[in-house]
């Protein structure tokens, strides 16, 4: 469990998270959505202590991230930002080995080889594990940044705008994989996401910010309605029943 | 590539450049050597071990600091490191007068130096890397302008020293590659020790550093102290290299790129001495040819920074330095 | 445009104090009701006037240069001494010494000009050819390629003995400026002139290649008109009074901060500030350690540097 509670950032004058309290379960997948500049990434960078918290705490599991050693959490929780350039030419496997290294410290115990092994194969890239970063295709990049943070084997995974730079096939497969490692390997699993369709169909919870506050929280059937897209985005919606999901257009 | 491949390659390409290193430090001692071979070989023992110290501290500095900056063009002394330690000399010349100076114990002021050095370089980028801001891009224009301070403002405290004083000052701060200070060569011998022990341990570290800073921290590394850590053993180096030679700017990126290129994987446990291993062959081997062969004498730093810069620009354009 | 008026005013306040501030004593008292002697007279026409007039000029024109500069590359952190411009019309000049030191000063400095052109035009070849570049890349590229040029240069001066009359022009100093020794500054000021007309051009430019062929402008033609009145007006300046450095980067800076980058309203405003900054800089040179002088490079570096740095961290704090 995720406890957050009055969590406020600002920057000079600017409040860019004001006052936030919640509390996201353990298990599942839970997305957080809302229009740009709503404090979704400020907020999921503060709860994986990236960035400072100037007000209020934020707890995994009992554990206050802004006190707790950096490396005693980084084996409950791990993040994936976006945007994961690298100066540094790196095999894909060299790069997923650095998920172990909260563990050992960079000396691969045997242990730690089979975590690797398992988070290549489960994302499929067994073929590419010996092929260089820069020689991969964009998506390919991320399947493997994604098996480093699988590899750290964490309880907590949280992954910022993780379909960036992604077509729609590979969309579909990371959102699936990302569902599945929270049903089959027991993760908790938070994502902040720019398509409401994709957080409709994959998630188990929905969190909506605007404006810095925390706007609704619910079971995407309580939240992809359409009052509450339209207040939140200020746009027109029409939500439809499909095939059991809930589907927002907006054309 | 798989692990072994690049373990093996890494391992082929280190012995050669360790042999290529052992034949220009030999050619360096004996070629053209007249005369009693005890005087040779203790006269340019001295010079051999001053620019071993100056290829290590370099390649060292430069690797360290484009880890933590994930920015594989940039050096400290593009960054006004060697700048501000200049500034320091002056300001102490500035200050206390060359007369005190000269009574002091060179060894000990050298390491009060370094000291200093230290000091303020951590009191400075703490101040730019501190509180959370993590803009790179910024931190190294910054620097840049820094440089540029501290360049004018020795300018400026070298025009109001009085005479006597700006000849001892320039004689402490023109070394060269040809006229090291040999009474620092031992006491930068130790710090080179003591540095080498410091980062030891730390290989994985500097390897999860290059990371960025947001992985780095997500896999549990206290990334604010080990920066400072890594600029402390930053300004030790460029203080070191800066005593013996005086400022140079491009050969760490001369030699950190030619390091990247050469070895198949980024890991520091390979890339550190293959770095030092460059250094040395471009050094050593380069002050050996133009002595012995061309008979020039003031020259190698004046063609390593020629170099330096070609080889980057080329490199550049062909899309090889990220 | 009215505003100006005030600007100038201030100039023309700086400008006088500069006539009467030196070594050798004349007063403005005793220049307007007669009573200077001849040698004061002389002083003030022979070296007092050409040195505030150069001063002017060579302000005015090195931040009008660095404005056109910082359009072409396309980049704010970009001045004629971070581009491999100012080291290679030193270049030119070493090889002036070397190959006809007798040349009249308007020769070397269009020997110089070549020079800062060829060298220029690299740094923006390079620019071009050089995939996915940051924007910090460029002024280090154009640091690099300086740092090249002038290890040629301080090769050869090595080679022959150049060093000290090469290590002259290193530092702008205007002291040694007399009448008969600045006039290529006009040439400077004349190409600033054509500046302005061509404005809104370089604003264009500015904007990049295809921006400019959408609206119909021959780019590469504007790109050639920038490199040569940035080339001369570098070339004038070395040539008379060295490099002076961070006036190109700081002025076009702070002016495009406080009314943007329309070249047409800017570029008087951006003459005027480099006017004025370099005379308040030469002005204090000459005061802090009378009677010694400090070379206004000097001042002009930690003034402006710590001013820049002031402007960078400022931002940083709002944006961060």
């Known amino acids: 469990m995720i406890g957050i509670s009055g969590v406020s950032k600002s920057y000079g004058q600017t409040v860019v998270i004001d006052d936030v309290s919640l509390t996201l379960p353990k298990g599942g997948l839970t997305s957080i959505i809302g229009p740009n500049g709503a404090g979704k990434s400020t907020l999921m960078s503060m709860i994986a202590r990236l960035l400072p918290i100037d007000r209020g705490t934020v707890m995994v599991d009992g554990l206050d991230v802004a006190l707790t050693a950096g490396d005693a959490l980084a084996k409950r929780l791990s993040i994936l930002r976006q945007d994961n350039h690298l100066a540094a030419r790196l095999t894909v496997s060299d790069l997923v080995s650095f998920g172990r290294y909260p563990y050992s410290k960079g000396r691969l115990t045997d242990e730690d080889r089979g975590h690797i092994e398992r988070a290549l194969t489960y994302l499929g890239l067994d073929e590419l594990k010996h092929r260089f970063l820069d020689e991969l295709s964009g998506g390919q990049r991320q399947r493997a940044f994604v098996a480093m943070v699988l590899a750290q084997d964490t309880d907590y995974m949280l992954f910022d705008e993780p379909l960036n730079n992604l077509d729609i096939r590979h969309a579909v497969a990371m959102m699936k994989l990302l569902r599945d490692a929270a049903k089959d390997l027991g993760k908790t699993v938070v994502v902040v996401l720019h398509d409401i369709n994709f957080a409709s169909c994959y998630s188990d919870h929905i969190v909506v910010m605007r404006r810095g506050r925390l706007f609704r929280q619910g079971v995407p059937e309580e939240i992809i309605r359409e009052e509450i897209l339209i207040e939140t985005y200020e746009t027109d919606f029409k939500v439809r029943d499909m095939d059991g999901n809930r589907i927002a257009t907006f054309y | 590539m798989s692990p072994d491949e690049i373990r093996k390659s890494s391992r082929l390409i280190l012995l050669c450049l360790a042999a290529l290193a052992l034949i220009s430090m030999v050619a360096f001692m004996t070629l053209g050597a007249k005369g009693s071979w005890s005087f040779v070989l203790s006269f340019r023992g001295t010079r051999l071990a001053a620019m071993l110290i100056v290829a290590y501290a370099i390649a060292v500095s430069t690797v360290l600091f484009q880890t933590i900056t994930g920015n594989r063009i940039l050096t400290p002394a593009l960054t006004g490191f060697d700048a501000l330690y200049v500034l320091l000399q002056t300001s102490i010349v500035f200050l206390f007068g060359a007369a005190t100076l000269t009574g002091l114990d060179p060894q000990l002021m050298f390491i009060a130096e370094v000291a200093i050095m230290v000091g303020f370089s951590l009191a400075l980028y703490r101040l730019l890397f501190g509180s959370g801001r993590h803009n790179v891009h910024l931190v190294v224009l910054i620097g840049i302008v820094l440089g540029g301070l501290f360049r004018s403002m020795s300018g400026f405290l070298q025009r109001i020293i009085s005479p006597d004083d700006f000849v001892v000052l320039q004689d402490r701060l023109f070394a060269s590659f040809n006229v090291t200070d040999q009474t620092l060569v031992g006491v930068s011998a130790l710090l080179i020790g003591l540095v080498t022990i410091a980062i030891w341990r730390m290989f994985s570290v500097f390897d999860v550093m290059m990371l960025g800073r947001d992985t780095a921290v997500a896999l549990g590394v206290d990334h604010k102290a080990m920066t400072m850590r890594i600029l402390v053993l930053i300004s030790v180096l460029v203080s070191i290299s800066t005593a013996l030679v005086g400022p140079v700017t491009f050969f760490g990126l001369l030699v950190a790129n030619l390091a990247y290129i050469l070895m198949p994987a980024a890991k520091h446990r390979i890339m550190l001495p293959a770095a030092v291993l460059v250094a040395i062959i471009c050094l050593v081997g380069g002050q050996t040819i133009l002595e012995r062969v061309f008979a020039f004498d003031t020259a190698l730093s004046i063609i390593i920074e020629f170099a330096g810069g070609l080889f980057f620009i080329v490199f550049l354009l062909k899309g090889r330095v990220r | ?320």
């Open chain 3, 1 to 320: 445009m009215k505003s100006l008026i005030p600007a100038l005013l201030l100039i023309f306040c700086l400008a006088v104090v500069s006539l009467f501030v030196g070594v050798s004593d004349v007063s403005l008292w005793s220049v307007l009701n007669g009573t200077a002697d001849q040698r004061q007279v002389m002083i003030l026409l022979a070296s007092r006037v050409p040195r505030t007039i150069a001063l002017l000029l060579a302000g005015s024109g090195i931040a009008i240069a660095g404005m056109i500069l910082q359009m072409l590359a396309r980049n704010r952190f970009v001045e004629p001494s971070t581009t491999g411009t100012v080291e290679s019309a030193g270049l030119g000049m070493l090889v002036v010494l070397l190959l006809a030191p007798d040349m009249p000063v308007m020769a070397k400095m269009l020997v110089a000009a070549v020079f800062a052109l060829a060298g220029t035009g690299m740094f923006l070849a390079v620019l071009r050819a050089i995939p996915l570049r940051s924007v910090l890349m460029v002024p280090l590229v154009g640091i690099m390629l300086g740092g090249m040029i002038s290890a040629v240069t301080t090769f050869f001066a090595y080679r022959f003995d150049l060093f000290q009359s090469m290590g002259a022009w290193a530092n702008g100093d205007f002291s040694a400026v007399l009448r008969g020794r600045y006039e290529t500054l006009w040439v400077a000021f004349a190409l600033t002139i054509a500046a302005y007309i061509a404005a809104d051009r370089f604003t264009v430019a500015g904007m990049g290649e295809e921006f400019s062929t959408n609206l119909g402008l021959n780019y590469r033609r504007i790109m050639a008109i920038g490199l040569v009145i940035v080339s001369m007006v570098t070339a004038s300046v070395v040539v008379t009074a060295g490099v002076v450095p961070f006036l190109g980067l700081i002025v076009p800076n702070i002016v495009s901060m406080a009314m943007g980058d329309n070249l047409r309203k800017s570029l008087p405003w951006i003459g005027i500030c480099g006017a004025g900054l370099i005379l308040a800089c030469d002005i204090v040179g000459r005061t802090i350690n009378a009677p010694f002088e400090i070379p206004v490079g000097t001042v002009l570096g930690i003034i402006g540097s710590l001013f820049f740095l002031y402007l960078l961290l400022r931002r940083q704090s709002r944006v961060a």
